[in-house]
C-alpha cells in the first residue's frame, strides 16, 4: 500500500520559525522582568564575585524562558497536526469520496503528556526556588509528573523488551522483557535528568551549558534519522570487525512502517529540542559570566524534564544518557554527600579568593571522624584524584574533603582558574563526552549488540 507522504516535514519549518522567535523573546524579556523580580523577592548572590554582597541578581529567571517555552510548544500544536487537519478539510469540500486520514490522536496524546510533564517540572522548580523544598520531599514529585508520559506509552506499545547485549544472550536469550521495571526505570529517568543539572551548577553559565550541549547532541543525532534526499554510508573497520554506519536515504513511499514510525519520532524530538536550544541560548546571553540573570531550579528541573519527555517519548533513553556522562560522574562523585556520609554545606560551589579572581576547591569539614565506609569512599576518590584529603597529622583520621563534585575535581586536576575558564572546562568536557557518546553509540555498539 502506499504510504501517504511524511506529514511532518513542512512542520518542522513552522518549528525553526517559532524557535528564532522565542530566542528573541528571552533575549528580550530577560532584562526587561529582572527587576520585578528583585521586587518579588527573587533575588540571589553572586557568590564568587567581588561585589556579591552589594549587587543583587534576578533569580529563577529561568521561568521566563519555560514560560516562552511551553507558549511555543503550545503554539506549535495546530503545526504539527497540519497534515490530518486539511485532510479532514478536504474531506468536507469534497464531492466525491477522499480517503480520509485517520486523526492521530496517539500523536496527539504524545505531545500533550509531554506539555504537561514540563509544566509540572517548572512548577516544581518554582516552588523550590521560592521555599527551598527538602530533598526528601521533591524527589518523588518527577516521578508522579512522568505518570501521564508512561501512561501514554503504555497505552500505544507497551513495550519493555530489552535487546540482551552479546556476552550474556547465553543466559537472558536475545529479549529479555523488563516488565513494570522497565516503567521504573523511565520514571527514575526524569529524577536524574531534573536533579543532576540543579546539582551541577553554582558558576555562572554552568547549568544552561550543559543544557544546550545535551540539547544539540540530541538534535545531531536526530537529524540522522530523518531521510535526506541523499543517504550516506561510513564504513568502519574497528577491531578487526567491518561495520557499515547508514544514515538518511531518500523518503520513499515504500519505506517500511517501522522506519516511517522512527522518522516520526525523531522529529517528535526535534519539535521540542529545536525551542529549547533557542529559548536556553536566549537565557545564556544574560547568563553568561558576569551573570545579569540566574537560572534558579526552575530551569534546571524544566531542561531535566525536556530531556527525559524526549527520551521517553521518542524512544531514545540508552542514548540520551551516554549524553549525559558528566552528570552521572557528578551524580555518583556526589553521592556520599547526597546521602549524608559526608557532611554537605549549603553550597559546594568552589572557593572564591577575591585577591586573584581565581577559583580554588572548596571544602567540608569533618566534625566527627568519618566512618568506615565514608572513610573507605573518600581514600578511594583521592586515589583515582577526584578528591584532595586532609588528616590529622597526630591520628591520622580524616579531617576535611574537598567538595565532591565535578567543578571542585577539575580544580584540583588542572589547577586554580577563574570563573569563565571553569564553565568553558565544564563546557568543553561536555562536549567531549558527547562525542564519545556518538562513538559508543554508533561505532562500538556491535561489540555488544549485533546489527
Ligand atoms: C545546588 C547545589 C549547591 C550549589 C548550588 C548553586 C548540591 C547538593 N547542591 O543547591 O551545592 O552551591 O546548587 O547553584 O549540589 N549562584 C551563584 N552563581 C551562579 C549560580 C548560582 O553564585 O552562577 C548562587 C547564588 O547565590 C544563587 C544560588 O547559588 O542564589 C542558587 O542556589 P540554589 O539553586 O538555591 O541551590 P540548590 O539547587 O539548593
Ligand atoms: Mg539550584
Not at 43 to 50: F, I, P, R
Amino acid at each position: 500500500p502506499l504510504l501517504e507522504p511524511l506529514p511532518s516535514i513542512p512542520a518542522l519549518y513552522s518549528c525553526i520559525g517559532i524557535s528564532i522567535f522565542a530566542f528573541l523573546m528571552t533575549v528580550y524579556l530577560i532584562p526587561a522582568l529582572g527587576p520585578a523580580f528583585i521586587k518579588a523577592g527573587l533575588k540571589g548572590h553572586d557568590l564568587l564575585k567581588t561585589y556579591r554582597f552589594e549587587v543583587p541578581i534576578p533569580e529563577s529567571m529561568g521561568l521566563v524562558s519555560a514560560s516562552v517555552y511551553v507558549l511555543s510548544l503550545i503554539c506549535f500544536i495546530p503545526f504539527a497536526f497540519s497534515t490530518p487537519i486539511r485532510a479532514h478539510a478536504n474531506v468536507k469540500n469534497a464531492k466525491e469520496g477522499i480517503t480520509v486520514v485517520e486523526f492521530p490522536h496517539y500523536q496527539l496524546s504524545v505531545y500533550l503528556s509531554s506539555i504537561l510533564g514540563l509544566l509540572i517540572a517548572t512548577m516544581l522548580g518554582f516552588l523550590d526556588d521560592v521555599f527551598d523544598i527538602r530533598w526528601r520531599h521533591k524527589l518523588p514529585i518527577p516521578i508522579i509528573a512522568s505518570i501521564p508520559l508512561l501512561m501514554v506509552y503504555y497505552a500505544e506499545h507497551g513495550n519493555t523488551n530489552v535487546v540482551v547485549p552479546l556476552p550474556f544472550r547465553f543466559i537472558f536469550g536475545n529479549l529479555i522483557n523488563l516488565g513494570p521495571l522497565y516503567y521504573l526505570y523511565m520514571s527514575m529517568l526524569s529524577t536524574f535528568s531534573t536533579n543532576s543539572f540543579n546539582i551541577l551548577a553554582g558558576i555562572n553559565g554552568s547549568e544552561v551549558s550543559q543544557a544546550i550541549v545535551i540539547a544539540l547532541s540530541v538534535i545531531l543525532n536526530d537529524l540522522l534519522y530523518l531521510p535526506w534526499p541523499i543517504g550516506f554510508r561510513i564504513p568502519l573497520h574497528l577491531l578487526g570487525n567491518r561495520t557499515e554506519l547508514e544514515f538518511g536515504g531518500a523518503w520513499s513511499a515504500g519505506m517500511s512502517y517501522g522506519s516511517r514510525e522512527l522518522v516520526e519520532r525523531h522529529l517528535f524530538s526535534l519539535y521540542f529540542m529545536l525551542p529549547l536550544v533557542a529559548v536556553c541560548t536566549g537565557f545564556m546571553y544574560h547568563n553568561w559570566y558576569p551573570a545579569r540573570a540566574f537560572p534558579g531550579d526552575t530551569l534546571c528541573y524544566m531542561t531535566g524534564m525536556a530531556f527525559s519527555v524526549v527520551g521517553i517519548q521518542a524512544h531514545f533513553s540508552k542514548t540520551l544518557l551516554l549524553f549525559f556522562m558528566p552528570q552521572i560522574f557528578n551524580f555518583l562523585l556526589s553521592c556520599p554527600q547526597l546521602f549524608g556520609l559526608v557532611p554537605c554545606p549549603r553550597h559546594r560551589v568552589p572557593h572564591f579568593n577575591p585577591e586573584t579572581n581565581l577559583l580554588s576547591p572548596s571544602t567540608a569539614k569533618f566534625e566527627k571522624p568519618p566512618n568506615k565506609l565514608a572513610t573507605l569512599i573518600l581514600r578511594l576518590f583521592a586515589t583515582l584524584g577526584f578528591v584532595k584529603l586532609t588528616s590529622d597529622s597526630k591520628t591520622g583520621k580524616l579531617t576535611e574533603t574537598t567538595n565532591l563534585t565535578i567543578l571542585n575535581t577539575f580544580l584540583i586536576v588542572l589547577g586554580d582558574m577563574n570563573e569563565k575558564s571553569l564553565v568553558k572546562t565544564l563546557i568543553g568536557t561536555q562536549i567531549a563526552g558527547s562525542g564519545l557518546a556518538f562513538f559508543i553509540r554508533y561505532a562500538l555498539a556491535w561489540l555488544v549488540y549485533d546489527g
